[in-house]
C-alpha cells in the first residue's frame, strides 16, 4: 500500500459527529495514549510501561484497520482510544512521528469540549516518554508533571554523559523541603543490577511520603539524582555488589526511607537469583550415553532429531564512502532503532505468552540497550561532532560499550557482553539493509554460542533443537530457547563444529548429548515419538472447546491459570471451561498505593467479561515478607515462606482484605464468580475471613442479593490434614500442589540442593490429596488442583482417581490435558490411585502412571 493510501485512509471519517462518552472516571490518575504507525509498537511500549505502572490506563492506538498490519495512523482508532482513556486528571498522548502528530491532532478535535479540554498532546520520545510518563502517574502527578516526566525522558542519557556529578546532593533551597537530611546504605544484591523493574519499585515506594528523597551510586560515585525519576534512577547503573545511598529530607523522610529499606530487603521484589525455572533445567537425567555421543549440559528438555544446521550470518561490513548530512545520518539510526524496538517487542509478547513475565523480562534488558545513553547518545555525538555516518558510529559506540562489560570481573555482568552483542548486530543488519542472521534450513541448530537476540527470534518448528558448543545452561540464550520449548544442550565443546553441514543427528536435552549419525534403531524410536506426540497436539487442539468427559461419564472442568487481561484471552483461545486461579497480585505488585475498590472492580470486570460467561475464580491477595508492596511497610522475616502470607496477611490487613471482597462481591453480581482465600492452615482462618464476607455481603442492598461459590487453598499439609473440619465451612477446595509438596517434604524448590525431594507425586504429598478429596466428598463439595501437577497429563488420570473433580493450569496446557480426561475411565483411575498410595516414592509412581506392566493395576 502506497503512503498516500495510508494517509486517506487514515483520516476518512473525519467528519463523523463524537460518540457520547461515560464520564464516571475509573481512577484519578492521568492516562496515557501511545500513537504510532505500528500496532505492535503501540501495544508494546504501552506493555513496557504498564511493567512499570500497573495502576495507570494506557491505550495503545497504533497501525490501521483493517487491516491490523498494515502501517499508519487512523484518526477515528485514536480518538476512540482517547475516550477509552478518559480521566478526570487528564490525558497525555505520545506520538511517534509523521502523520501520526497529525492524526493525534485530527482526533483531538473530535472530540467534545469537556474531554478535549483534559487532552493534552505531547512532543515527547514515544518509549522513553511512556515509560517516564507512566511511573510520574503512577505516584499520582497532575498532567503538568506528567507531561513535563515525558519530555524529559531522555534527561538521564544527557545527565550521563556528562560523567558522574560532584559534590553533596544539596538541591537548591527554594525547592527542598525543610529539615536535615537522613540517610540510608543497601547493597545491591540483584544479579542484573537495579535495573528497570527494582527502580520503578523503588521510585513508587519512595514517591508515597511528604518527603524529597534522592539517590546516589556510592560506588562509583554517580548522582545524586531525583527519586522520582525512572530515567534518572537507572542512569546510576546501579550494578550487583555496588553500595546504593538513599537519601531525604523533609516531615516524613524517615519513613520514606524505611519503605525503601524495606523494600532493599527483599532484594526490591525480584525472585531468587536461580528461580524454579532455572532449577528444574539443571536436573539432568541419569543414563547411558550411546557410543559415539558428544556429553554437554542438558540444558532444555526434549529429544529431537534432524540435520545439522547451522545460522548465516551475513557480513556486515562498513562502507568506507562519504556519510550523508548529520541529520540523514542522525534519521537513519533513529529507524534503525525503531525497527529493533518493534523486532524485540513482537519476541517478548511472544516470550510473555510462551512462558509468563519474568522470562519476557530479558527482552526487556535488550530493549534498554537501545535507550542506553553510553551507545544511542554516544553514537548520535560522532554524527554530528566528527561526522560519522550511522553505521560507524554505532558500531564504534557498541564496541566500547562491549569492552566495558568483557572487562567486568562479576561473572553475571559479563555475560551481557554477548546479550550486547545481539543487539548491536540487530541495529547494524538495520542501518546496512542487510538480512538478519538466519538459519540455513530446517533441523538441529549447531553454533558455537547463540546470542539471545538470535535465539529469541528462532522459530520452534523449524529449529528442533540447539547443540552449542560453549555456554551455560543458565544464559539468556538457554532460558529463552526453553521458553520457546526447543530442546538444547551446550558445552559440547569444540569437535562440535568439526560436524558437516546435513549430518544427521539425535540431540537428547533431558539427558545432554549429542549424537551425530544415529543408527536406524535409535533415529526411528525418536521419530515414533516426535510423529505421535505432534498428532496428539493436533487432535486435542481441534476439540479443546468441547468438554472433558471420561469415558464412563464423568464431567472434569479444566480451566486456566492465569495472572492478567492477556491471560485471560489466551485461557479462552486455547479452550479452558473457565479460570480456576486468578493471581491478584499483579494489580497490587508495582502499584504506588493500594488499588482502590474502583480499580479492582475494573480490571475484575473486564477479566470476567472476556471470559464470556465462564467461571472466575479469584484468589485473594497472596503476599507476604518475599513478595513486599511497595506501600504496605511490613518488618523483614527470615523465613517468608513460613511467615505473614496469604490469608494470615489478610488477616493482619483487615482493611486490604475488606476491600478487595467487596469489589469481588460487586462483579459477582454481574458475572459467574468464585472466591478463593490462599494459605489456610486452620478452621478459625476460615471462619474469620467467612465473617469479613459476611458483613460485605450485608452492606448489600437486600433486593440485589449476589452469590458466589467460597473456596480455599489447601497448601500446608494442616489444611489436608484437617479437611474433614474445614469442608463443611466452604463451597470447594483448591490443591496447590507446588507449595503443598515443599512443605510435606520440607525442600525448598528454589534450592538446586533439595528440589527433587519437593516432588507433587510422592506418595505421601497423594496421601494428602486423597485425604481432602474424601472430606470434600463427604460433605458433597468438590476439589481443584490448581499446581503445575494439573498441567501433566501424564498425571491426569492419577489425580482423577484420587477424586479431583477440576483441573487449572496454564492455558497452552488445556488442550492436552482436556484430551487425557477423554481416554480416562474412572473406576480403573481409582485402582491407579490405590496402587499409587502404597508406592514407597515419586520415582516408582512415575513408573506406575508411565504404564510399567509391573505396576500397572489390570
Not at 487449572?808 to 491407579?832: I, T
Request: one cysteine or more; a negative charge.
Amino acid at each position: 500500500m502506497s503512503l498516500q493510501c495510508i494517509r486517506w485512509r487514515s483520516f476518512t471519517g473525519l467528519m463523523a459527529a463524537p460518540e457520547a462518552v461515560d464520564l464516571t472516571p475509573a481512577e484519578g490518575l492521568v492516562s496515557l495514549v501511545l500513537v504510532s504507525h505500528s500496532r505492535l509498537v503501540a501495544e508494546g511500549v504501552a506493555e513496557l510501561a504498564a511493567a512499570m505502572a500497573s495502576s495507570v490506563r494506557i491505550v495503545p492506538a497504533g497501525g490501521l484497520t483493517p487491516p491490523e498490519t498494515a502501517l499508519g495512523t487512523d484518526a477515528n482508532r485514536i480518538a476512540a482510544a482517547m475516550r477509552d482513556a478518559w480521566s478526570p486528571a487528564g490525558v497525555l498522548v505520545l506520538m511517534d512521528l509523521g502523520s501520526a502528530i497529525l492524526a493525534a491532532e485530527l482526533a483531538r478535535e473530535m472530540l467534545g469540549s469537556e474531554l478535549r479540554a483534559l487532552v493534552r498532546l505531547s512532543d515527547a520520545p514515544l518509549v522513553e516518554g511512556a515509560v517516564a510518563a507512566a511511573v510520574s502517574a503512577q505516584i499520582g502527578e497532575p498532567l503538568s508533571a506528567v507531561a513535563d516526566a515525558a519530555r524529559a525522558g531522555l534527561q538521564g542519557k544527557t545527565d550521563q554523559m556528562d560523567g558522574p556529578s560532584e559534590g553533596p546532593p544539596e538541591p537548591p533551597p527554594s525547592q527542598a523541603p525543610s529539615g536535615d537530611w537522613v540517610e540510608a546504605r543497601f547493597l545491591v544484591d540483584l544479579p542484573m543490577g537495579l535495573h528497570a523493574r527494582p527502580a520503578a519499585r523503588l521510585i513508587q515506594a519512595a514517591a508515597n511520603w511528604d518527603a524529597e528523597v534522592t539517590v546516589s551510586n556510592a560506588t562509583t560515585q554517580r548522582g545524586p539524582v531525583s527519586a522520582r525519576s525512572l530515567n534518572a534512577v537507572a542512569s546510576l547503573q546501579l550494578r550487583q555488589g555496588q553500595e546504593l545511598v538513599v537519601r531525604g529530607r523533609g516531615p516524613q523522610a524517615a519513613r520514606a526511607l524505611q519503605a525503601v529499606r524495606a523494600l532493599a530487603d527483599q532484594r526490591f521484589g525480584e525472585p531468587p537469583e536461580g528461580g524454579a525455572e532455572e532449577v528444574t533445567a539443571l536436573v539432568q537425567q541419569v543414563g547411558p550415553r550411546p557410543s559415539g555421543a558428544l556429553a554437554g549440559i542438558a540444558a532444555s528438555p526434549g529429544v529431537a532429531l534432524g540435520p545439522v544446521i547451522r545460522l548465516t550470518r551475513p557480513t556486515l561490513t562498513i562502507p568506507d564512502g562519504t556519510p550523508g548530512t548529520a541529520a540523514e545520518e542522525d534519521g537513519a539510526l533513529t529507524l534503525a532503532l525503531q525497527r529493533s524496538r518493534s523486532e524485540l517487542l513482537a519476541v517478548r509478547e511472544a516470550t510473555r505468552r510462551r512462558a509468563g513475565e519474568y522470562q519476557a523480562g530479558i527482552i526487556d534488558a535488550h530493549l534498554l540497550f537501545l535507550e542506553d545513553p553510553e551507545l544511542v547518545e554516544a553514537a548520535r555525538h560522532l554524527i554530528t561532532e566528527r561526522g560519522m555516518g550511522a553505521a560507524r558510529a554505532w558500531s564504534e559506540s557498541t564496541s566500547v560499550a562491549k569492552g566495558t562489560w568483557d572487562r567486568m570481573e562479576d561473572s553475571h555482568l559479563r555475560l551481557r557482553a554477548g546479550d550486547l552483542e545481539g543487539v548491536a548486530q540487530m541495529v547494524l543488519a538495520h542501518l546496512l539493509n542487510v538480512p538478519q542472521s538466519a538459519p540455513n534450513g530446517r533441523g538441529l541448530l549447531v553454533a558455537e554460542e547463540l546470542t539471545p537476540t538470535e535465539t529469541a527470534t528462532l522459530t520452534p518448528g523449524d529449529i528442533l533443537g540447539i547443540a552449542t558448543a560453549g555456554g551455560g545452561p543458565t544464559s539468556h540464550s538457554v532460558i529463552l530457547a526453553r521458553s520457546l520449548g526447543i530442546p538444547a544442550v551446550v558445552g559440547l565443546g569444540p569437535s562440535l563444529m568439526a560436524i558437516p553441514d546435513g549430518t544427521p543427528a539425535l540431540l537428547d536435552g533431558d539427558r545432554g548429548f549429542f549424537l551425530p549419525n544415529p543408527d536406524p534403531e535409535s533415529a526411528g524410536r525418536v521419530e515414533e515419538i516426535q510423529r505421535s506426540t505432534a498428532a496428539e497436539l493436533a487432535q486435542a487442539q481441534e476439540v479443546a472447546n468441547q468438554p472433558a468427559v471420561t469415558k464412563d461419564g464423568m464431567a472434569v472442568e479444566v480451566a486456566a491459570n492465569i495472572g492478567s487481561l492477556a491471560e485471560g484471552k489466551a485461557a479462552v483461545e486455547f479452550g479452558a471451561d473457565g479460570v480456576g486461579l486468578l493471581r491478584t497480585e499483579f494489580l497490587f505488585q508495582g502499584a504506588s498505593q493500594m488499588p482502590d475498590e474502583p480499580t479492582q472492580v475494573a480490571l475484575y470486570e473486564r477479566i470476567a467479561e472476556v471470559l464470556g460467561g465462564r467461571p472466575l475464580t479469584i484468589r485473594t491477595l497472596d503476599v507476604g515478607a518475599d513478595k513486599p508492596l511497595p506501600y504496605l511497610v511490613r518488618p523483614a522475616e527470615d523465613n517468608p515462606a513460613l511467615g505473614v502470607r496469604g490469608v494470615r496477611l489478610g488477616l493482619a490487613e483487615r482493611e486490604l482484605l475488606t476491600t478487595q471482597l467487596r469489589a469481588i462481591q460487586a462483579v459477582s453480581r454481574k458475572f459467574p464468580l468464585r472466591v478463593m482465600f490462599p494459605m489456610v492452615a486452620t478452621a478459625s482462618e476460615v471462619r474469620q475471613v467467612a465473617a469479613i464476607l459476611a458483613a460485605v455481603r450485608s452492606a448489600e442492598p437486600a433486593t440485589d442479593p449476589a452469590t458466589m461459590e467460597v473456596g480455599i487453598m489447601v497448601e500446608v499439609p494442616s489444611a489436608a490434614l484437617a479437611a474433614r473440619t474445614l469442608a463443611p465451612l466452604v463451597d470447594f477446595m483448591s490443591i496447590g500442589t507446588n507449595d503443598l509438596s515443599q512443605y510435606t517434604m520440607a525442600a525448598d524448590r528454589t534450592n538446586p540442593g533439595v528440589a527433587a525431594l519437593a516432588d507433587p507425586l510422592h506418595p505421601a504429598v497423594l496421601r494428602l490429596i486423597k485425604e481432602t478429596c474424601l472430606a470434600a466428598s463427604e460433605t458433597g463439595i468438590w476439589v481443584g488442583v490448581c499446581g503445575e501437577l494439573a498441567g501433566e497429563p501424564s498425571a491426569t488420570e492419577l489425580l482423577i482417581g484420587l477424586g479431583v473433580r477440576e483441573l487449572s493450569m496454564s492455558p497452552r496446557r488445556v488442550a492436552v490435558v482436556k484430551q487425557a480426561v477423554r481416554s480416562v475411565d474412572s473406576v480403573r483411575a481409582g485402582l491407579l490411585a490405590d496402587r499409587a498410595l502404597a508406592l514407597g516414592g515419586a520415582d516408582e509412581v512415575r513408573k506406575l502412571i508411565a504404564g510399567d506392566p509391573l505396576l500397572v493395576p489390570g
